[in-house]
């Protein structure tokens, strides 16, 4: 079960970078952004929990967003937090991304079909579920 989801994960990641590679961005990255934008402020370890990913992939994908200025980190209330939240520009990019999003969305849906796109989305929430 592994190996088949993860040789579907690698076919679905190159769909969607594919789409999102009009506005320089990776998948992860996206996912990033998103997921900043529906917390407005978040710390990085806030961003481990809910996207289960660990430290070392967070860091790779938030170095280049932090770098051009598409995320603002500035210090929490406990001084050892770094507070992220997107800048204006990561708004900007947020929002053009977001319609590549949509357009990989609808992609894997036509090539799928509907009944399977949904039993997929199905099947991966009950494995988020095993999170231990």
């Known amino acids: 079960m592994n190996f088949s989801m993860r040789k579907a994960n ?6 969607y970078d594919g789409h999102l590679q009009s506005c320089g961005l990776k998948g992860g990255q996206y ?3 998103r997921t900043i934008d529906y917390f407005k402020k978040t710390s990085s370890s ?13 860091s790779r994908n938030l170095k280049p967003l932090i770098r ?10 406990d001084l050892r937090v770094k507070v992220l939240s997107l800048s204006p520009s990561g708004e900007k990019l947020y929002s053009e991304a977001t319609k590549c999003w949509q357009n990989a969305q609808r992609d894997v849906k036509r090539r799928l079909g509907a ?6 989305f199905a099947v991966a929430k009950m494995i988020e579920g095993l999170k231990v």
Request: no cysteine; glycine share 6%; net charge negative.
């Open 115 to 120: 009944e399977p796109a949904k039993q997929i």
């Open 68 to 77: 051009d200025g598409y995320i603002d980190v500035n210090r929490g209330e």
């Open 31 to 33: 996912t990033i952004l």
């Open 46 to 58: 806030e961003l481990q929990d809910v996207m289960f990913i660990d430290q070392t992939t967070l």
């Open 10 to 15: 690698r076919v679905l990641n190159s769909i």
